[in-house]
């Protein structure tokens, strides 16, 4: 995975990152191409004695509880769960990579599986989902950034094309499951004809814990 250049996204990025009285909000918009070169086909390789590329594995429902397969469908006795939703393995490994190559060198995702990801139901889902998080924690500064962002993220990976992912660990393996986070989200927004991923993580922190890792300092229970 190649992380690609967009100044649009550095300037998003940039109001992303602010301070918002008791919270902290740490948030950023990357693209990767998902061609593989160098490490990414040793790991690809490695990846593929569990299963081949175009093997589906099953994902966990959406947090929305509605299910992609469902969307239009009445719900029938002889229908799967929610699991039915699925991805190839080779899509699994460009999410898993996507995450390696966003979090290095802090965290290594490498052991996910496939029941830690989703597959959303919805652009406006997601839209709305991202919008009711930022607009709650930015307030009206959140207004002017809104059309920015989601127009840098269309121009960067034509959104109507995207098959939409979120990563949904336990907290164990959530990078964001330290004390004090206070919510967080992981998208990620596939375009398989253009073989890129545009993925958007952000974060809110309690000012106190944020404040406390800044110095160093080690939160000790009492």
Same mark, same amino acid.
């Given at each position: ?18 301070? %918002? ?17 160098? +490490? ?18 099953? &994902? ?30 080779? %899509? ?6 996507? &995450? ?53 993220? +269309? ?23 330290? +004390? ?33 890792? +800044? ?8």
């Amino acid at each position: 995975m190649k992380l690609l250049e967009n100044s649009h996204f550095e300037a998003v990025n940039f109001q992303l990152c602010v301070e %918002t009285g008791d919270a902290h909000i740490i948030g950023r918009i990357e693209s990767y191409s998902c061609k593989m070169a160098g +490490d990414d086909k040793h790991m690809f390789k490695q990846f593929c004695q569990e299963g081949q590329p175009h093997v589906l594995e099953a &994902l966990s429902p959406p947090q929305s509880g509605a299910s992609p397969s469902r969307l239009g469908k009445s719900q029938g006795a002889d229908e799967e769960g929610p699991l039915s939703d699925k991805c190839s393995r080779k %899509t699994l490994f460009y999410l898993i990579a996507t &995450l390696n190559e966003s979090f290095r060198p802090d965290y290594d995702f490498s052991a996910a599986r496939a029941h830690e990801f989703s597959r959303e139901p919805s652009l406006n889902w997601v839209v709305n989902a991202v919008n009711s998080s930022l607009v709650s924690a930015l307030g009206d500064d959140f207004t002017p950034l809104r059309p920015k962002l989601w127009d840098a993220v +269309d121009e960067e990976i034509n959104l109507l094309e995207c098959d939409i992912y979120s990563y949904n660990p336990d907290l164990d393996s959530d990078p964001f499951g330290e +004390d004090g986070n206070l919510w967080s989200f992981n998208y990620f927004f596939y375009n398989k004809k253009l073989k890129r991923i545009v993925f958007f993580t952000c974060r809110s922190v309690s000012g106190y814990t944020y404040a406390l890792a +800044d110095t160093g300092t080690e939160l000790v229970p009492t």
